[in-house]
């Protein structure tokens, strides 16, 4: 079988678990990033946003757009950053006001039609090509070549973890995060104490959109994209958040980080087939097992 | 946003103009073929580049006069609609073409795969198809007898290579039952008929295949096969995904400085690996249907190297790639429709699908001449390797331009 | 949420007046003679309306539990998939080898005399509804212990999980798909048998679910959306009830699968079997924009859905997706409750609710 010879290959020359284990965590850190932003939006205004990967997308066209006119992908992060802060006010101002409160579909639809127009639009502006934005680095080899780390995805890995920092310095100092915190545990309480939640709520989204942004501009660089392939990216957000439940921000990081590995190994052992289904097998797992903690809680409760 | 409204108002004042150009001269009458193709979704790259395959052929046979059928003639003109790259919707539309547009004749979608769904549909209307694009032998043992298609069966779109990789071991005194292979195909219909045919080849010269990875449909990651292929080192790589496939694939294979000396993948062109990947891409063996340094020729685009020059000046989207043979052979197969209807002199679609299928007639894409089930036998498939950021011809040795560089030469 | 108590309050009385009025036996009529008569009048369309009934059919088993019992589930493409496939290995199954049929190296060509295909035909749809309900008893005893959003997002991972691993397996084909046998005869008369096997399950699934909602059970899948402790506490076992509302919408969508796969002509499993990013969604918007929880409701959505869809298919090529998704927004931003959700607000008296008037009803739902 093969998957066994896989895993022989793992035992037998350690060095390709190493190659396998720093890939992953490379990628699963921008996949941390845009869930760490969806985390932010469930938690704190109890919106699931299904563009999330659209967002991602969008930010990754920038990137390469700046990067077919002269203008180092790099800079695309923080213009992406700032491109989609305003896209997400926008959005905010005009859509996802009106569906805060509302029940789970109500959100999960709104994005998902805001998700649609963003992909064909994306497509009929840049066509439907897979692109990349050519950030002109090199790759670093170890043990004789066998692996590499693309010095790409070492700064795209090292921008997610400031970025990450950033917010989350922000959320602890800032009068902002508090407000945003406030509003996350008791929407009521935070506005009967003076908090303009709907100023938190559009802040919240707006900076989902930015970091998403971000995140898209650093998966130009590292991979490729296309205007349809934003789904990917929204359900990788899900299976994350959701695995790590979405009041838990460090969780949601490691989560995600753990789903770069947890890929690269499936798709290693596997075969490059289960690749995505280990990762909603792995959702679907989670839940249960979740779910099973909960009833027994109940079930000592009773 | 401003870019956007830029936008739209360029294609806002291109759709005027079209119409404007094709009221212009109304001497002839409107003949319409429909096609759903893909204009949104995963094959959306492809799907455009053979709808501009079709308009290019239309444009050309229209200005040289239309079809002349009988003692009439006739405009041609395609009306699209778009199949999201899902079969169910494929299938929905070649009816909504039959039934409601009432349109006689259809060109063929984009991919195998809606090929294979659009196919029974128009078979069932005894509609005549030429298709393009849907290369998969699974279409050519089903018993259609309205479907034609200009191109090569896909299992011989890495044969040569294949027979190459034999060819080589043999000269430097290996059998070629050493050869280790490594392939990494998507999960849809192309590929798979793709992979099946490597698989038969291999088969018969006891080669060992040490990876068969098949990538999922939406995946833009490939650095956990790629790991593989660096454990496993393999003397030929072989990859097939469409479009996202070839540019996943050249991009991750030089990042990752993957040294197998044989790499062959299907889609360079169209996902143009040369412009967006030339260090990576250097060496890669792409395989291609049409080739436009082949000498094939016809009187209405003249040579191959004609055709491609007409293109590049039409469109300028293509200027600085290299034309994708997915459009070459869209636009052979508007031309072998239109010669089949001039020689059937009717409308009628029984005579149409026998004049179709009594095609025997050279092309700047190449000979066309339909085997009994409907697909072409009288080209070849080409073997191209890039060398110094150029696709030359190197396989088969009747066409080959320059010798195969082995190893590949990656920079 | 409000408009959807005030008609709880009036659905049984609608149920115990057994003198069936007027309007209603005219209305019921008309859309029975409307379904026979259309395909006969607008043949060309009958592709199109086909896929209107079965449109219909996914927004009416949705709303079994996303408007009845108030679990919302993006998962129930999974069954429409299961459906498809189980009948097509039954139909190719009984007659050939499934493997080599499948298989994309294989040269032989399979054929299916006339008999052999209605026989497979009839024994894949039974195999279809039969196993698709045992699947959803299956994961429903994995997933019903999940609530709100845990359970939309779990039962989607069930359905993007199957058409992975369907993808995977080489005997049904894998990502190849599989090509259904023909449908033998006159292209002409085989549009005919898919339409009205489509319309028939629609009309089924309707009187069906009419029936479902003015039972016991009916009231238990309410009580069970309402508050499910409570419910628990009255001493409904919820989890049977669950299980057995989940497996009947699998029933009627495996049916549906089965259909759509032999009207189609070609199977595969992410686009045409478990496509969840659109027609499992698209179930999910038609019954919110007819109308959560009532019985018209899922049927107006889908009509009007549909009827935009190929509207802007045809005459918005390019746009067609931005002004669907635009439409999703504008829907669920704006309008909320839905169309039959407004009506019933507006004229309650059309859905023999009978409400006395004081000034702020209607008032109440506004926003």
């Known amino acids: ?302 | 946003m401003r870019h956007f409204t830029k936008w739209t108002l360029a294609t806002v004042a291109s759709v005027a103009l079209v119409a404007a150009s094709s009221n212009a001269n109304a001497a002839c009458e409107e003949l319409v073929l429909g096609s759903a193709i893909s204009l949104t979704g995963k094959y959306s790259t492809n799907g455009i580049h053979a709808q501009n395959g079709y308009e290019f052929a239309m444009k050309k046979i229209n200005d040289a006069g239309g079809v002349k059928v009988g003692d009439k003639c006739y405009k041609l003109k395609v009306t699209y609609y778009d199949d999201e790259s899902t079969p169910a919707r494929g299938a929905q539309l070649a009816e909504r073409l039959i039934n409601q547009d009432k349109v006689q004749f259809m060109l063929g979608p984009y991919s195998s795969g809606l090929t294979k769904a659009i196919a029974p549909v128009t078979e069932k209307y005894k509609i005549p198809m030429v298709e393009a694009v849907g290369a998969s032998r699974s279409l050519f043992n089903k018993g259609y007898k309205y479907m034609f298609a200009v191109l090569s069966t896909s299992e011989q779109y890495l044969a040569s290579a294949i027979a190459a990789a034999a060819e080589i071991a043999k000269s430097q005194g290996r059998e070629p039952s050493s050869i280790k292979i490594a392939m990494a195909f998507e999960n849809d219909p192309f590929s798979l008929d793709v992979r099946a045919g490597v698989v038969e080849d291999a088969k018969k010269y006891a080669m060992k295949i040490v990876i068969d990875d098949k990538l999922p449909r939406d995946l833009s990651d490939m650095s956990a096969t790629l790991t593989k292929v660096k454990a496993l080192k393999p003397d030929l790589l072989m990859i097939s995904g469409h479009s996202k496939g070839a540019a996943t694939a050249a991009r991750q294979i030089g990042e990752m400085k993957i040294s197998v000396p044989m790499i062959a993948l299907t889609h360079c062109e169209a996902a143009n690996v040369t412009g967006k990947f030339p260090a990576a891409a250097e060496g890669f063996l792409c395989p291609t249907q049409w080739a436009e340094t082949l000498t094939y020729k016809d009187p209405l685009f003249g040579s191959a190297a004609n055709y491609n020059k007409e293109v590049k000046a039409a469109l300028p989207a293509y200027k600085d790639k290299t034309i994708p043979y997915q459009m070459a052979q869209a636009t052979a197969a508007v031309y072998v429709f239109s010669d089949a209807l001039t020689r059937a002199g009717s409308l009628d679609r029984k005579k149409v699908r026998d004049a179709l299928a009594a095609t025997d007639m050279p092309t700047f894409y190449g000979h066309v001449k339909f085997h009994e089930a409907g697909n072409n036998i009288a080209k070849p498939m080409v073997l191209r390797q890039i060398q110094d950021g150029k696709y030359v011809v190197v396989a088969p040795s009747k066409y080959a331009s320059h010798k195969i560089a082995w190893p590949r030469m990656a920079k | ?367």
């Open chain 3, 1 to 367: 949420m409000a408009v959807a108590t005030t008609d709880k309050d009036g659905a049984p009385e609608q149920g115990s007046g057994i003198s069936i009025s007027l309007g209603s036996l005219l209305l019921h009529g008309g859309i029975l003679v409307a379904g026979i008569a259309a395909p006969l009048i607008w043949p060309a369309y009958t592709i199109q309306l086909s896929v209107l009934w079965l449109m219909i059919v996914f927004a009416l088993t949705w709303d079994i539990l996303g408007g009845q019992m108030g679990y919302n589930s993006l998962g129930n493409i999974f069954f429409f998939g299961a459906g498809m496939y189980v009948s097509a290995v039954v139909q190719i199954g009984l007659y050939h080898p499934v493997g080599e049929y499948t298989d994309s190296a294989g040269q032989g060509f399979y054929a299916f005399t006339e008999a052999q295909y209605f026989t497979g035909l009839a024994a894949g749809i039974a195999a279809a509804a039969v196993l698709s309900s045992l699947f959803a008893i299956i994961f429903g005893r994995i997933v019903f212990g999940l609530r709100g959003p845990y359970f939309a997002i779990g039962t989607l991972g069930v359905a993007i999980a199957a058409g992975e691993l369907i993808g995977a397996w080489d005997w049904v084909g894998g990502g190849s798909g599989i090509s259904m046998p023909p449908f033998p005869g006159d292209p002409d008369i085989g549009k005919y048998f898919f339409y009205a096997q489509n319309f028939l399950l629609a009309i089924s699934v309707f009187i069906f679910c009419k029936w479902l909602y003015s039972t016991r059970f009916g009231l238990a899948l309410n009580a069970i959306r309402d508050d499910e402790e409570k419910a628990e506490g009255m001493g409904i076992h919820t989890l049977r009830y669950k299980m057995v509302a989940w497996s009947i919408a699998a029933f009627f969508l495996g049916i549906s699968g089965a259909i759509f796969g032999n009207m189609t002509g070609f199977i595969e499993p992410l686009e045409v079997a478990f496509p969840t990013v659109t027609f499992g969604i698209f179930m999910v918007l038609m019954v919110l924009l007819g109308g959560k929880g009532t019985i018209w409701g899922p049927i107006v959505g889908a009509v009007i859905f549909h009827v935009i869809k190929e509207v802007t298919w045809t005459y918005l090529l390019g746009w067609q997706w931005v002004a669907l998704g635009a439409l999703i927004v504008i829907i669920v931003v704006y309008f909320q409750e839905g169309v039959v959700g407004w009506l019933m607000r507006k004229k309650p008296e059309w859905f023999g609710i009978r409400v006395e008037r004081k000034d702020d009803t209607p008032a109440e739902a506004a926003e």
């Open chain 1, 1 to 302: 079988m093969q998957i066994l010879s896989n895993i022989n290959i793992l035992i037998e020359a350690p060095v390709f678990n190493l190659a396998l284990l720093i890939e992953g965590l490379l990628i699963g850190s921008v996949f941390a990033l845009a869930a760490y932003g969806l985390a932010l939006v469930w938690g704190v205004m109890n919106v699931k946003n299904l563009a999330q990967g659209d967002f991602v997308i969008m930010g990754g066209y920038i990137a390469w757009y700046l990067g077919e006119h002269g203008i180092h992908p790099l800079f695309g992060v923080p213009v992406a950053f700032l491109i989609l802060w305003c896209f997400g006010w926008l959005i905010y101002r005009t859509i996802i006001y009106r569906v805060i409160d509302k029940d789970l579909f109500t959100s999960l639809l709104a994005t998902f039609g805001i998700a649609l127009v963003i992909s064909q639009l994306l497509n009929l502006l840049f066509s439907s090509d897979t692109q990349t934005a050519d950030a002109g680095f090199e790759s670093w080899f170890f043990f004789d070549g066998m692996v590499s780390i693309a010095q790409v995805k070492l700064i795209a890995f090292v921008c997610a973890a400031l970025l990450a920092a950033g917010v989350i310095t922000f959320m602890k100092n800032s009068r902002m995060g508090q407000a945003i915190r406030a509003t996350a545990q008791d929407a009521r309480a935070a506005k009967v104490l003076g908090i303009d939640t709907d100023k938190v709520y559009c802040f919240t989204f707006s900076l989902n959109a930015a970091i998403c942004g971000a995140a898209g501009a650093l998966i130009a660089m590292i991979w490729v994209i296309q205007p349809f392939y934003g789904i990917t990216f929204s359900i990788r957000s899900f299976v994350i958040v959701t695995a790590a439940g979405f009041g838990n921000l460090p969780g949601v990081i490691a989560a995600g980080l753990g789903m770069g590995v947890l890929e690269q190994f499936g798709g290693f052992i596997l075969g490059a087939t289960f690749q995505q289904a280990i990762v909603v097998g792995l959702l679907v797992l989670v839940l249960v097992v979740r779910q099973m903690q909960q009833s027994r809680h109940r079930q000592v409760v009773q």
